[in-house]
Nanobody, 115 residues
Framework: QVQLVESGGGLVQPGGSLRLSCVASIRMFSIYAMGWYRQAPGKQREQVAVMDTNGATVYADFVKGRFTISRDNAKSTVFLHMNSLKPEDTAVYYC?????????WGQGTQVTVSS
């Protein structure tokens, strides 16, 4: 059974930083594209950043230059480094694993940016 477990969320002041982690219990983790999505209250889930199996990345415009996605295939873990956080970054952040038609989601971790 595939499980994705996120951690690292919390309350941070505007301008602060957080690092989210997602540990995946997936065989052959390295062949999955991994990504981070977020959902704010009353809004649809949106893509934040994705990384394919070759290390190529795609970022949403609203996080470019502030967030960085990375992965450690040896530890089956994907990270989201978030800097210069803004109140509008407040949301539940979800980890996603994608392989062809198969997609898996974590349970989410809350990030709140507030003074």
């Amino acid at each position: 059974q595939v499980q994705l477990v996120e951690s690292g969320g919390g309350l941070v002041q505007p301008g602060g930083s957080l690092r989210l982690s997602c540990v995946a219990s997936i065989r052959m983790f390295s062949i999955y594209a991994m990504g981070w999505y977020r959902q704010a209250p009353g809004k649809q889930r949106e893509q934040v950043a994705v990384m394919d199996t070759n290390g190529a990345t795609v970022y949403a415009d609203f996080v470019k230059g502030r967030f960085t996605i990375s992965r450690d295939n040896a530890k089956s873990t994907v990270f989201l480094h978030m800097n210069s956080l803004k109140p509008e970054d407040t949301a539940v952040y979800y980890c996603n694993a994608q392989l062809r038609t198969y997609t898996y989601w974590g349970q989410g971790t809350q990030v709140t940016v507030s003074s």
